[in-house]
């Protein structure tokens, strides 16, 4: 076997000369590195993603793991995208993560790569950059954090901050109260400890067969995270060794068992943007459609919040992703191979499930079809999702008047004037808030119910936006409008008063306005300038693609190869 990294240091010439002299820089002897697998460790810690924390210290239980199999590591710092602090979102930025994990991975002397990282635009990110890239590559997930705690009461990341916040704008706890909640919300390094889009992402990862089983559902701080991490560089020498790699894994069959291990979970609506993308970079068709056709014949099976009652504590202890997925063997493709070498259903061989509470049995479902509906109609015309296993089903079938607003400062300016007319039956849009409109596709569409409805006791209401919302939030909120109201989508055109009628069941979302009419106000609507004028901003304004298609750039989703550097 002749190993990529050998093109850096093997031969007589001068590049091989001056390679070789720079690892002698480094401090580095010849047997410590020549005719090793050289293992790229692609590690997405700062100092300002308390997600990934600890991810410096598992690098070094990678490293470890590298080094006990024979191969020789390299750390690479790439891009941190920290769902808490960037602004005016990661997903603005899952892109060029893709292209700098890609791009690392071919110009550098690399046999293979760990790909570290959980923060939701991050796992996407690394495995679009690596399957475009196609070398050996395991992911290892960041891991949940630990569950909050305040007064006796368990705390969820994000669902329960967003249920306080309403309880607060309602009166009913106190400035104390919150503050007291946002000390106990999140007491460990690791990502969201709801079934949010981290856990939903890092659990299709580990479905897709690019974990190591078992690897997505253990906690952040458990001591099984050390040994994962260095199990994982371990194994991904013996990958180069046999010649394994990402794409050899990422099959169509496998994508399809994302889709429905995604669904059982109960998992995040941002699934289907990122799961669409990453297959587009695997060449393989994936639309919104089969998340649909999937989603009538997958129940939800995970008792786990926003969807259900538990943490992603009690759903590792209940039996993590392997015990979930022992209960669907009978619809999933068992004889795929994953990066153990091994076949998924090899993988799942002994998975079992310790707590049916948390990991509800097929005849005891939290819902008997998966819990996100794709919505199609005049306001929609490629596509809507709505998560409503996690929304009031009393609005599963509604229609009201449309109270609209274009741009979320728009919102945030108008959502509590005393003179907006609202009511618990209202519908409340938000135009102008998508991929090229937000810019990057904000997690707005949690859109907020005005204070004097919370007041009254409201909780709930249909919202409807071209914008994503966070895993960790609940609500009837339709997302990912396609075409977005920025591009000249039916959303634009949706005015005060009109009526918008959402249909889980009949998979409708209809504004009651004519063709006619919508005609006349397409033919008024003026398009939006750019929102950027230079720089990675305006690449990204001229090559996104819509949400339906993934929100990738057309020209990273393109077949086509590139050819090796020239390292001689």
């Not at 119910?449 to 960790?472: E, F, K, N, Q």
């Amino acid at each position: 076997m002749r190993l990529r990294s050998a093109e850096w240091f093997d031969g007589e010439g001068l590049r091989a000369f001056s390679h070789n002299a720079r690892m002698r820089q480094l401090g580095l002897n010849p047997a410590e590195h020549r005719g090793k697998p050289v293992i790229a460790i692609l590690n997405t810690w700062s100092g300002i993603n308390p997600c990934h924390m600890h991810l410096r210290e598992r690098a070094q239980q990678v490293e470890r793991g590298v080094w006990e199999a024979g191969g020789y590591p390299l750390e690479f710092p790439v891009s941190t995208l920290s769902e808490t602090f960037q602004k005016p979102t990661p997903m603005l930025y899952r892109n060029m993560l893709s292209m700098e994990a890609e791009e690392v991975l071919r110009s550098y002397p690399v046999d293979g790569a760990v790909l570290m990282g959980g923060c939701d635009k991050t796992t996407p990110a690394l495995l679009m950059g690596a399957a475009s890239a196609g070398l050996p590559a395991v992911f290892v997930p960041a891991g949940p954090m630990l569950r909050g705690h305040w007064r006796g009461q368990e705390l969820a990341s994000g669902t329960d901050m967003w249920r306080f916040w309403d309880e607060k704008r309602a009166g009913t706890i106190t400035d104390t109260d919150w503050a007291e909640i946002g000390s106990g919300l999140a007491r460990s390094p690791g990502t969201c400890m709801t079934m949010g889009t981290a856990s939903t992402m890092t659990a299709a990862a580990e479905a897709l067969g690019l974990t190591l089983p078992g690897a997505s559902s253990i906690p952040a701080v458990d001591s099984a995270h050390h040994r994962m991490a260095a199990a994982a560089g371990m194994r991904v020498v013996e990958m180069v060794r046999e010649g394994l790699t990402i794409n050899d894994v990422l099959s169509a069959e496998a994508y399809e068992d994302a889709v429905r291990t995604v669904l059982a979970l109960g998992g995040s609506t941002n699934s289907c943007i990122h799961l669409i993308a990453m297959a587009g970079r695997s060449q393989i068709p994936l639309s919104l459609n089969d998340f649909d056709r999937l989603s009538r014949e997958v129940p939800v099976l995970a008792s786990v919040q926003p969807a259900g009652e538990h943490l992603m504590e009690d759903f590792y202890y209940a039996g993590g992703l392997r015990g979930l997925l022992s209960r669907l063997t009978d619809s999933l493709h068992l004889d795929r191979i994953t990066v153990t070498g091994r076949t998924f259903g090899e993988d799942l061989a002994g998975a079992e499930v310790y707590d049916a509470s948390v990991i509800r049995p097929l005849d005891d479902p939290i819902s008997a079809e998966g819990g996100l509906a794709v919505l199609r109609g005049n306001l929609a015309p490629d596509g809507a999702v709505i998560k409503y296993v996690a929304a009031d089903p009393a609005l599963w079938k509604h229609t009201g008047p449309a109270v609209v607003f274009h741009g979320y400062r728009d919102l945030q300016a108008r959502i509590n004037d005393p003179a907006l007319e609202v009511t618990a039956d209202s519908v409340i849009v938000l135009a102008g808030a998508g991929p090229k409109g937000g810019p990057g596709m904000p997690e707005y569409g949690m859109l907020p119910i005005p204070d004097r409805l919370l007041r009254a006791g409201v909780r709930d209401l249909v919202r409807v936006s071209d914008a994503r919302m966070s895993g960790t939030s609940y609500g009837a909120c339709v997302l990912h409008v396609a075409p977005e109201a920025h591009v000249g989508g039916p959303l634009a055109l949706v005015r005060d008063g009109d009526l918008v009628t959402l249909d889980v069941e009949a998979r409708v979302l209809r504004v009651e306005v004519s063709d006619e009419e919508l005609a006349r106000r397409r033919a008024a609507w003026v398009e939006p300038e750019p929102k950027f004028e230079r720089g990675y901003g305006a690449l990204y304004h001229e090559h996104i693609t819509q949400a339906n298609e993934g929100c990738d750039f057309e020209f990273l989703s393109r077949p086509g190869t590139n050819p090796e550097p020239n390292a001689h």
